[in-house]
């Protein structure tokens, strides 16, 4: 088992050394350890693997150790609270002062114009050892700002640092207070990477509140979304639709009113607006024969999944699925380099893997792995027959692209993107993505093999082509 701690570090010789023989001390293997002084005087992330019993024992020793509590001295603190504008909505913020015997030292409330208001107070604080306690259980109950606090010559308890983005992230797409957490611990994964390759650490929070923002900006009347609709056999007619961010989701209906197979499906977020979408282009939806293929596991490409009862992927897609359903680690998050943004990206988009028992297996015979392509098996829709072809983990395991040799039709899943010609808010969001993980692929090197097989297969050749993002491929169009 692996445990995270968020510790405060001591300000004494010998701290992070004392720290190391605990763990030690309790047959502990301390996996990850980060700090940063320029961030954060006292803040030490810790990454701890042992079995359960000595996680709880370690736990104990480093509480008791004080390295779970502040040791800051802090005198003021002026905090601000955006409360409901509604009576006794102050009151449950004053009962966690009066239990922590905190006295107030100043005191302005004022109306916002909008639905909060906004509580200032500066807070006496007789005993720093309850302010770590103290903040998280008021962040808890609302978004909390610290304006400024005096602290000496040292700086604030490690909550603090992170308070301001962790109540944004907060107040911004709804997340629980476990939620919360977690994006604290990945935003700093995430600046400890980039620490290595000397950025500074501003940009990693900028970059993680862009991410968040622009996922919340792009909903509702701002799910804007290109449409492309063409004919692509006698029977065949299919609609690519691009949102703002997520995964094109590709549509192909067997005839007027016929059946449908919708093709990757976003992010969960905007789970409600596309089906909202899909229902308008497609009268009678939901009682038309329909099911869904997902080109790989991305979170990304399977945010409506749960509408389906028939879902169809590769062997190595579904077991993605059900190693998350037993809160195993997938591909995506066992690569150090992926990880941070893998979370953080389910986190802010709501993310859910599909119920195992819709899940129909696209294999009738294993794939290749010495072939950066190889066939899988063959999948039948209305007139078309698609060969489908497993890359052998280049963009992901499991990844999967669609061929119908006859009718020269590709759908690419993300093994080929169309990068030349997305939306204006797609390409501001296709910026965000390789900072935060420096590559959305598993393997670069396996990838740009995938790629240039690809290209060897269509280009030139007449093909359509549907990729997982960013415009259809016309047939006169050379990759």
């Known amino acids: 088992m692996m445990r995270s701690f968020m510790t405060s570090l001591p300000e004494r010789p010998g701290a992070f050394l004392q720290a190391s023989r605990i763990i030690l001390a309790h047959g502990g293997n301390m996996t990850r350890a980060s700090y940063n002084q320029a961030v954060d005087a006292h803040m030490l992330f810790l990454d701890v693997e042992a079995p359960e019993p000595a996680l709880d024992a370690i736990e104990q020793s480093l509480s008791a150790a004080g390295f779970l509590r502040t040791a800051s001295h802090v005198k003021v603190v002026l905090m601000a609270f955006e409360l409901p504008d509604s009576p006794g909505s102050t009151i449950p913020v004053l009962e966690v002062l009066e239990r922590y015997h905190i006295s107030i030292s100043y005191l302005s409330c004022q109306s916002t114009g909008t639905a909060t208001i906004e509580l200032k ?32 010559e040292k700086k604030l308890d490690n909550t603090v640092f992170y308070l301001t983005l962790a109540s944004e992230m907060r107040k911004l797409l709804n997340l629980t207070q476990e939620q919360t957490t977690e994006v604290i611990y990945y935003a700093n994964l995430v600046m400890q990477q980039l620490d290595e390759k000397g950025e500074p650490h501003g940009k990693t929070f900028e970059y993680v509140s862009r991410f968040a923002h622009f996922v919340a900006d792009h909903g509702g009347s701002n799910y804007d979304c290109r449409i492309t609709a063409q004919k692509l056999t006698e029977r065949v007619n299919c609609t690519v639709i691009e949102p703002p961010c997520g995964s094109n989701i590709t549509v192909l209906e067997d ?40 080109t790989h596991s991305d979170s990304d490409h399977t945010g409506i999944c749960k509408y389906f009862d028939v879902i169809w992927c590769s062997q190595r897609t579904a077991n993605c699925f059900a190693d998350e359903r037993m809160g195993l680690p997938t591909p995506r998050e066992e690569n150090r380099n992926m990880l941070p943004y893998y979370r953080l990206s389910t986190i802010f988009t709501g993310y859910e893997p599909p119920q195992l028992s819709s899940l129909r297996i696209l294999n009738q015979r294993p794939g290749n792995d010495q072939q950066p392509l190889s066939p899988i098996g063959l999948f039948h829709f209305a007139d078309m027959t698609f060969t489908v072809m497993q890359g052998n983990g280049g963009h992901v395991p499991g990844e999967t692209v669609l061929m119908d040799d006859v009718h020269r039709i590709a759908i690419t899943g993300d093994d080929y993107v169309n990068i030349h010609d997305c939306t204006a808010p797609q390409k501001e969001f296709n910026r965000l ?18 790629l240039r097989t690809l290209k060897t297969m269509l280009d030139g050749e007449g093909w359509l082509i549907l990729p997982g993002h960013g415009a259809v491929r016309q047939r006169d169009q050379r990759l």
């Open 433 to 450: 993505a390789p900072y935060l993980a420096r590559s959305v692929n598993q393997d670069s090197a396996k990838y740009r093999e995938i």
């Open 255 to 294: 005839g007027p009113g016929g059946p449908l197979l919708v093709v990757d499906g976003g992010f969960a977020c905007y789970e409600k607006l596309t089906m909202q979408l899909l229902r308008t282009l497609y009268p009678g939806f939901d009682a038309r024969r329909r099911e869904m293929l997902v």
């Open 121 to 152: 107070m500066g807070l006496y604080i007789e005993n720093p050892d309850v302010i770590d306690e103290l903040l998280q259980e008021l962040s808890a109950l609302c978004p909390v700002h610290i304006l400024s606090y005096d602290a000496g």
